[in-house]
């Protein structure tokens, strides 16, 4: 089993930057995919970013330049940095990581931008 948890989010200004992060606990060797996918009010979750324990990214276009994902392997942590907000970036955004054949999600934090 693999817990993940998220920080970070909040009430944000269009035009300003917040850095979410994600703690991933449990009977974990060694994590290679973890990422970062939101969900808006009425819309279906999307992919924001993902990473592999090489360093290798991928990002949803809406985001691409705006937003940096990055992470620890020793900390089994990941990190969203998001600059340039927008108020479509409002949305609860959800850790994710794929371990052992099996999906696993954080409990979400809501990020709202808005001024």
């Known amino acids: 089993q693999v817990q993940l948890v998220e920080s970070g989010g909040g009430l944000v200004q269009p035009g300003g930057s917040l850095r979410l992060s994600c703690i991933a606990s449990?009977?974990?060797?060694?994590?290679?995919?973890m990422g970062w996918y939101r969900q808006a009010p009425g819309k279906q979750r999307e992919l924001v970013a993902t990473?592999?324990?090489?360093?290798?990214?991928n990002y949803a276009d809406s985001v691409k330049g705006r937003f940096t994902i990055s992470r620890d392997n020793a900390k089994n942590s990941v990190y969203l940095q998001m600059n340039s907000l927008k108020s479509e970036d409002t949305a609860v955004y959800y850790c994710w990581t794929y371990y052992v054949r099996s999906d696993y999600w954080g409990q979400g934090t809501q990020v709202t931008v808005s001024s």
């Open positions: 449990g009977s974990i060797f060694s994590i290679n995919r």
């Open positions: 990473i592999f324990s090489g360093g290798v990214t």
